[in-house]
């Protein structure tokens, strides 16, 4: 047999911010068809959230540094993807079946296949075996609508997850599927309620082909493998004295900025003291009520004052919220902290903290008017656009 099919398969999990990939990864992980897989998890955002969120704990839990995996940590892959065939070949780790990377919300897979494809040490043992991306069935044509990289996930894929189907009208799931369609003749659509988006065989898609996806998508990996090449040579220029004084944090902060665009933001909020219910149910009403538009993802870890011991799991995306869920007992029993994690556009980080700080913190608000705030957000002390 050819040494690409004897090869590790190594699947891509896509989909935009709060589509659903946590969630559906979390399921698949119960098959057992995806014993001895190990997972590679990437976030965009300062706060480490998805290593607790993926239910299946094991050496097979890749976390990434901080940053979207086509930017920050592309270089760090290939290192990832090396040092697990390196501990494969000598006995380190046992054989693995499969390799699942999750990438950001945010980030373009180009470059991602481009590191799993184009890089010849990588593809002696490892070889891409399919592009999976998950849209979201209530947010999906304005995403697709306003971000280009939501364009590229779709147009790359093998297979096409909708999500969150009960949450759209039956209208709305045509129109998407007809633009998805348009976009990806080719990929299989399946809902992501169903049973069989949960089983391994999601992944069995089979060696990648550009060639049988849309002439975009060709032009894409090229323009990576460009893009890759301009990347190595400029450093290789201005960056091979070890004291040429060169701003290397600079510059790739630009990079970073071209290709998401400066109006995209993360960061997170962190909390010392349980939180009131109430206080957190109007903080949140208020932010994707009055700001939902611009609130791209919202994902928390939140100890509540009527049950410290239970932590509160809150996901969101724009105004869409799932219902939220309390876990059975801290992931990290030594790290209680309410952590939340806001991807946002056009929406500002220090709006959104006094926001918190408002129902929260300091200046101490017991029994805010909604209303009040709702109209003139300003006219609390502390806040400020």
């Known amino acids: 047999m050819s040494p690409v099919l004897n090869a590790v398969p190594v699947s891509i999990l896509t989909g935009f911010l709060g589509a659903g990939k946590t969630?559906?990864?979390?399921?698949?992980?119960?098959?057992?068809?995806?014993?001895?897989?190990?997972?590679?998890?990437?976030?965009?955002?300062?706060?480490?959230?998805?290593?607790?969120?993926?239910?299946?704990?094991?050496?097979?839990?890749?976390?990434?540094?901080?940053?979207c995996l086509c930017c920050t940590v592309r270089g760090e892959l290939v290192d990832t993807l090396a040092d697990l065939m390196d501990r494969m070949q000598t006995g380190k780790i046992k054989p693995l079946k499969r390799v699942v990377i999750e990438t950001t919300g945010l980030a373009d897979?180009?470059?991602?296949?481009?590191s799993v494809m184009g890089n010849p040490v990588i593809a002696q043992s490892f070889r891409l075996d399919g592009v999976v991306t998950v849209v979201?069935?209530?947010n999906g044509l304005s995403t697709l609508d306003h971000h280009e990289e939501a364009v590229k996930q779709v147009a790359?894929?093998?297979?096409?997850?909708?999500?969150?189907?009960?949450?759209?009208?039956?209208?709305?799931?045509?129109?998407?599927?007809?633009?998805?369609?348009?976009?990806?003749?080719?990929?299989?659509?399946?809902?992501?309620?169903?049973?069989?988006?949960?089983?391994?065989?999601?992944?069995?898609?089979?060696l990648y082909d550009p060639a049988t996806k849309i002439a975009d998508v060709g032009r894409w990996l090229q323009d990576e493998a460009v893009a890759d090449h301009d990347h190595h040579h400029d450093h290789h220029d201005h960056c091979g004295h070890e004291n040429c004084g060169h701003d290397h944090h600079h510059d790739h902060h630009h990079h970073d900025e071209n290709r998401h665009g400066a109006d995209i933001r993360s960061f997170s909020l962190v909390h010392d003291r349980p939180i009131d219910p109430m206080a957190?149910?109007?903080?949140?009403?208020?932010?994707?009520?009055?700001?939902?538009?611009?609130?791209?993802?919202?994902k928390a870890i939140v100890s509540?004052?009527?049950n410290p011991d239970r932590p509160l799991i809150l996901h969101g995306v724009q105004t869409v919220f799932h219902t939220p869920q309390r876990m059975a007992a801290w992931p990290d029993p030594s790290d209680r902290r309410t952590r939340m994690v806001l991807i946002t556009k056009d929406l500002p980080e220090a709006f959104v903290r006094d926001l918190f700080d408002a129902f929260t913190g300091k200046p101490r608000i017991d029994r805010p008017d909604r209303q009040a705030l709702e109209d003139n957000p300003l006219a609390v002390p502390g806040l400020r656009m």
């Open 23 to 67: 969630s559906l990864l979390n399921r698949l992980l119960k098959d057992p068809d995806l014993t001895d897989t190990a997972v590679i998890i990437n976030e965009f955002g300062d706060v480490s959230l998805d290593h607790l969120l993926v239910e299946a704990s094991s050496d097979g839990i890749i976390e990434l540094s901080d940053g």
């Open 109 to 114: 897979p180009a470059p991602v296949l481009q």
């Open 136 to 138: 979201d069935a209530a």
């Open 156 to 206: 790359m894929a093998d297979r096409l997850v909708i999500s969150k189907m009960q949450l759209a009208t039956p209208d709305a799931v045509i129109t998407l599927k007809a633009r998805l369609r348009a976009l990806n003749p080719r990929a299989p659509m399946i809902d992501g309620d169903l049973p069989e988006a949960g089983k391994a065989e999601l992944f069995h898609c089979g």
């Open 280 to 298: 957190l149910e109007m903080f949140v009403d208020l932010l994707r009520s009055a700001h939902g538009e611009k609130l791209l993802r919202m």
């Open 304 to 306: 509540m004052s009527d």
